[in-house]
């Protein structure tokens, strides 16, 4: 299983791109999962439905499951937040894992960055960045060796990707990683 993430502050284009390389990772016979970030108390579940009433009514986890699809609502009994490897744990076996947001996780990323954003860049301090997705090249605030990937180039981009899958190559005992249900007991 290889594993990149994306990071980059919101609005920076994170979520478009994702999109755009899952279907093209797709069209190259991959098999694409994404890990995602969000804020503190998002919900994909409805009030009135009954995966939203067994969760009110105090479960640990709802799994809803039918012919098409499954998904797991798990609720922290102590507020933390797992981290990326905890979750790439939770993964069945794919070729590829995107992971959009944890910017300040220790897995190989690729920083999306826009000058209109005006946000700081995070490729001068953190050494997990390894190539730089950007409209903007030439407002870089600082100069830099690594690769620089055009945001509105998709196809690049996963091409930049597929011609050194190795790298991106995910081996979870480096992490020691436990798995989510440990880090929640």
């Known amino acids: 299983m290889k ?46 439905k009954d995966s939203w009433r067994h969760r009110e009514a105090g479960a640990f986890e ?6 098409r699809r499954l998904a797991k609502i798990r609720e922290y009994e102590v507020q933390g937040a797992p981290t990326v490897h905890q979750l790439i744990a939770e993964l069945v076996e794919c070729d590829w894992v995107l992971v959009e947001g944890f910017k300040t996780s220790d897995i190989l990323k690729i920083e999306v960055w826009r000058a209109a954003a005006g946000k700081p860049a995070q490729y001068p301090n953190d050494p997990f960045v390894v190539a730089i ?3 903007s090249a030439a407002a870089l605030p600082e100069p830099t060796g690594l690769p620089l990937l055009d945001l509105n180039d998709p196809d690049a981009i996963a091409h930049f990707l597929l011609g050194d899958t190795q790298r991106y190559e995910y081996d979870p005992i480096l992490y020691n990683a436990p798995t989510a249900a440990a880090h929640t007991r």
Do not use: M, N, P
């Not at 791109?17 to 990772?25: A, F, G, M, N, T």
């Not at 709802?62 to 012919?67: F, N, Q």
């Open 62 to 67: 709802v799994v809803i499951a039918s012919s």
């Open 133 to 135: 997705c950007t409209d």
């Open 3 to 48: 594993v990149v993430g994306f990071s980059g502050y919101s609005g920076s284009g994170k979520t478009t791109l994702v999109e755009q390389l899952i279907q093209r990772l797709r069209a190259a016979g991959q098999r694409v999962s994404v890990v995602k970030h969000a804020h503190h108390d998002f919900d994909i579940d409805h009030a009135g």
